[in-house]
């Protein structure tokens, strides 16, 4: 079982970044997927999460900026993140949930200068 997530690196303020989450290794299907991220000194916390059945949700911060999809063909979920700023500058980690077993990624670098 792996997820890896990927797509991270280094963007100005107001500009666009999609990251990637890929699995392997288990029905990714049947999972739902979450992001989360953790910035400098403070603890992780949820930014998008899409649903088996693709339904969406959303933490407020994030909310009309992000955008998250997935590709069951690819076996990989997406975070599209428009209009970033300093303040989503965080390392964000990819969570897959099947059957109440828990699958983290290694984590990407997000940084948006100002």
């Known amino acids: 079982v792996q997820v890896v997530d990927s797509g991270g690196g280094l963007v100005q303020a107001g500009e666009s970044l999609t990251l990637s989450c890929t699995g392997s290794?288990?029905?990714?299907?049947?999972?739902?997927v979450s992001w989360y991220r953790q910035a400098p000194g403070k603890e992780r916390a949820f930014v998008a999460q899409?649903?088996?059945?693709?339904?969406?949700q959303y933490d407020d911060s994030v909310e009309g900026r992000f955008g998250i999809s997935r590709d069951n063909d690819r076996n990989t979920a997406y975070l599209q993140m428009n209009r970033l700023t300093p303040e989503d500058t965080a390392v964000y980690s990819c969570?897959?949930?099947?059957?109440?077993?828990?699958?983290w990624g290694q984590g990407t670098q997000v940084t948006v200068s100002s």
């Open positions: 969570l897959a949930r099947l059957n109440g077993r828990e699958y």
């Open positions: 899409i649903y088996a059945n693709h339904e969406e």
């Open positions: 290794g288990f029905a990714f299907i049947k999972a739902h």
